[in-house]
Every structure is written in structure tokens, then in C-alpha cells.
């Protein structure tokens, strides 16, 4: 059973600092690994997604990198916002997603 | 292009009765997944069709079902709500087989009092 760990549970920083969101997961044959964002109340909103092949993925101020072999992936995102704020959750996708607790960020204006 | 769509958004219903949520995936996309999130449990998988199969199933009981129709749209049905069924159900789609991007619905907030 993929089990999955996000580090820190939470996170409060003045705007303009750079984040780092840790994920890792215990069995590496996984398909992909996505990276979700969830607003209070809703669904979640797709960010990023490594394939297992890759090692990193970019998207404007976001960028995460996976080792598949360690069961790890990393999401920065670099001078955060007050939008920013939210709960950031990993999947890895063996046959189907697993999460985490998620990272419930807080961005200070 | 139109996102996925549940509806409805928000239901109350009353211990042992039965309710049916419905998932409209992104036009083209033929794998639809349901999840449950719960504050204690997280979000956790119920089942994943794909051309009208269930092709995967989560560890929930079997009064938890579900189908989807030719155009891939797909219903959820619980059965016998529990207080404990008490959820955001979420619905994901993807474009054909494991491995693509999926995409989420807006979810629909079941109370069961």
C-alpha cells in the first residue's frame, strides 16, 4: 500500500519568501507523481506532473523535482504571494492517486 | 474547454438513505476516478472506471457503487448512508489510460444527519 508523507504540515512565511514543500512515498513503481493545489471547501487544482522518467518539472514560479528511486519529490515555488495560500498535496499515480495530509500554506501580505 | 463538472454541489440526507452523485469529465476523456475526503481519513480512492468498466476499486464496502455511461460520464451511488459517510466526494478524469494528467471537479459536499 503506497503510503504518503508531506513535511512540514504547515508553513507560514512573509510574502516574497521562497517555498520548498517535501514529499516522499514508499513504493516507487509509480506512473507519475502530481502536484495538486486544494482552496478551503473545493477541489483540487492540477500544478505540476513528473512523469516517472523525469526529474524535474517546471511551470512559471513553480518548478518540482522527483527521485523515483528514493521515493521523494520536491515542490519550490519561488516568491510567494498571499495567493499562494492553500494546502499542497503530492500524489504519486501507481494505479491511482495517493495522498498525503497535504502542506496547508499561509503567505503574510 | 469545460472543466469536470459534479453536481450537485451541496446534499443533506438522512441516515439510511441512499444518494447518487454524477461526474461529467472533460469532453474526450474516457477514465473517470472517485475520492472521498474526510477530515480524519484525507482523500481516499473508491473505484475508477474507464470505457465503462470498473477497472479499480478502493477498500470501501459495497454500499458504495458506481457506473459510467457510453458518453463516460459516470454516477456514484452510496447506499445505506452512515454519519460517517459524511464527505467531499471528489470526481477526476483523464485523457485514456494510467498515467495521464488528471484533472478534478469542484466535488460535492455530502452531510448525512
Known amino acids: 500500500k503506497q503510503e504518503v508523507t508531506q513535511i512540514p504540515a504547515a508553513l507560514s512565511v512573509p510574502e516574497g519568501e521562497n517555498l520548498v514543500l517535501n514529499c516522499s512515498f514508499t513504493d516507487s513503481a509509480i506512473y507519475n507523481l502530481q502536484w495538486f493545489r486544494q482552496d478551503p471547501g473545493k477541489g483540487l487544482t492540477s500544478l505540476l506532473l513528473?512523469?516517472?522518467?523525469?526529474r524535474e518539472q517546471t511551470s512559471g514560479r513553480l518548478n518540482a523535482s522527483l527521485d523515483k528511486s528514493s521515493g521523494r519529490s520536491t515542490l519550490y515555488i519561488a516568491a510567494s504571494q498571499p495567493g499562494d495560500s492553500a494546502t499542497y498535496l503530492c500524489a504519486p499515480n501507481d494505479y491511482k492517486l495517493s495522498f498525503g495530509a497535504g502542506t496547508t500554506v499561509t503567505v503574510r501580505a | 474547454k469545460a472543466g469536470v463538472t459534479q453536481t450537485p454541489r451541496y446534499l443533506i440526507k438522512t441516515r439510511g438513505q441512499q444518494v447518487t452523485l454524477s461526474c461529467s469529465p472533460i469532453?474526450?476523456?474516457?477514465?473517470v476516478s472517485w475520492y472521498q475526503q474526510t477530515p480524519g481519513q484525507g482523500l481516499q480512492f473508491l473505484f475508477e472506471?474507464?470505457?465503462?468498466?470498473?477497472?479499480n476499486k478502493g477498500n470501501f464496502p459495497g454500499r458504495f457503487s458506481g457506473r459510467q455511461f457510453s458518453n463516460s460520464r459516470s454516477e456514484m451511488n452510496v447506499s445505506t448512508l452512515e454519519l460517517g459517510d459524511s464527505a467531499l466526494y471528489l470526481c477526476a478524469s483523464s485523457s485514456r489510460d494510467t498515467g495521464e494528467e488528471a484533472f478534478f471537479g469542484q466535488g460535492t459536499r455530502l452531510t448525512v444527519v
Open positions: 513528473i512523469q516517472s522518467s523525469q
Open positions: 469532453s474526450g476523456h474516457r477514465s
Open positions: 472506471y474507464f470505457s465503462e468498466t470498473q477497472r
